[in-house]
């Protein structure tokens, strides 16, 4: 009873902190949280830009596989809505006849040694046994792990995408040799991997939340920002995501301020049906117009969700919020669909990221759906194409080059 009390304080604490930085919560505890937390990101900007300056001065050097590699990241914390991107990349780059690999770390994924840190230093570093190799989530035929010990985001990568190979492991230079020695690659997608400097991109693909692009201008763990602004540099095509269509001068010029010739390419997610969770129904979108629905959801930004939902004119009568990643138990789950029926609502909708974490053998007294999004590009087609064209075909860059010149 203790443990879940305190379990449930740390929970509670840790989702107050979260409003803080996404600037939700106001009054003195939050000023004073905010106060706290601004003198950390200080010196957390500071090693940022020493670990960008030792690699950029190659005092720590990144490691070349001999392979093409694309990373695909972002500036900020989570939502930004990276891996519809990634898997629109990924699927466009096999299509043109790549054979793609998804390096990805498996954020919060379970991990399947189960040894002490002492052992694993006694293990690597005692006796001298060789590192294991990453984890497969997919082999390009078969999807081999669940989300648990994959991570929700490479698990649903793997299922949405056969023919790629999906490995994870947070060493993603590892991960890399893997693909190449053992499946063949010679594409390799790093998921998340702006910041992983230790290998380096061909191109790199960053993407800015055009709703939200940089929060409050700081860095973790005030703000969302893993690095300055200014890395904005890095990038070789920014993705504008999450966009409603709508220009926005002032986001451009800012991002040109840092990085001049850089091509911006705007995109939305575009909802596309309703999936049965643990089945095989599909609803069409117009089925949400006017119905007694509930949602919860476990991801960075659940606002945009709940958004999507409400403009396909569905009456949202109930809503639950847990962190990002969170892995529902039994009790949790049990409690939302009691409350959804006592609410007498006509079934519930939940994100693909977190349906991917509903135990695959649970029955639902209501129906039960996740909504499934798909990148759509609104502006900057052509340099969509171009990015891929210059994975696919790099004997013609020089060629597209040339033409934007003229």
């Not at 991107?85 to 299509?95: G, H, P």
């Amino acid at each position: 009873m203790g443990i879940s009390r305190f379990r449930k304080g740390l929970l509670q604490f840790a989702e107050f902190a979260i409003d803080v930085v996404y600037e939700r919560r106001k009054g003195k505890r939050a000023f004073l949280l905010g106060l706290f937390l601004y003198t950390l990101s200080l010196i957390f900007n500071f090693l940022a830009q020493l670990r960008y300056f030792l690699y950029r001065k190659r005092v720590l050097k990144d490691q070349p596989l001999g392979c093409l590699v694309v990373v695909v990241g972002n500036l900020t914390m989570g939502g930004t809505g990276k891996t519809p991107v990634v898997e629109k990349f990924a699927r466009s780059l096999q299509q043109r006849g790549r054979k793609v690999a998804i390096l990805s770390r498996g954020y919060k994924s379970k991990d399947q040694r189960k040894e002490s840190l002492f052992a694993r230093i006694w293990r690597v570093y005692v006796k001298g046994a060789p590192p294991p190799p990453p984890k497969i989530v997919s082999d390009g035929d078969e999807v081999l792990l669940d989300s648990e010990l994959a991570g929700d985001e490479p698990f649903m990568l793997a299922r949405n995408l056969p023919g790629v190979v999906v490995l994870v492991d947070k060493d993603r230079v590892k991960s890399g040799h893997y693909a190449i020695r053992e499946f063949g690659c010679d594409t390799l997608v790093l998921d998340d991997g702006f910041q992983y400097l230790p290998l380096k991109g061909r191109l790199n693909l960053l993407l800015v939340d055009k709703s939200n692009p940089f929060g409050n201008h700081c860095l973790i763990p005030r703000g969302v920002l893993r690095e300055p602004v200014k890395h904005l540099k890095r990038a070789s095509y920014v993705f504008l995501t999450k966009s409603d269509g709508k220009p926005d001068p002032e986001l451009e010029a800012l991002i040109h301020k840092h990085n001049p010739d850089v091509d911006i390419i705007e995109c939305a997610h575009k909802p596309q049906f309703l999936a049965e969770v643990n089945g095989d129904g599909r609803l069409e979108l117009e089925e949400l117009r006017k119905r007694r629905i509930g949602a919860f959801s476990g991801i960075a930004i659940p606002e945009s969700f709940e958004a999507f939902l409400r403009n396909f004119g569905a009456n949202l009568l109930y809503t639950k919020r847990f962190l990002d990643h969170h892995r529902f138990d039994l009790e949790e789950l049990n409690e939302i669909f009691r409350e959804a029926e006592e609410a007498d609502l006509d079934f519930i909708v939940t994100t693909e990221k977190d349906a991917v974490r509903i135990p695959p053998e649970m029955k639902f007294p209501i129906p039960f759906y996740f909504l499934r999004l798909e990148i759509e590009i609104l502006r900057g087609v052509e340099d969509f194409d171009e990015a891929v064209s210059k994975i696919c075909f790099p004997e013609q860059r020089e060629l597209m080059t040339a033409g934007k010149s003229s």
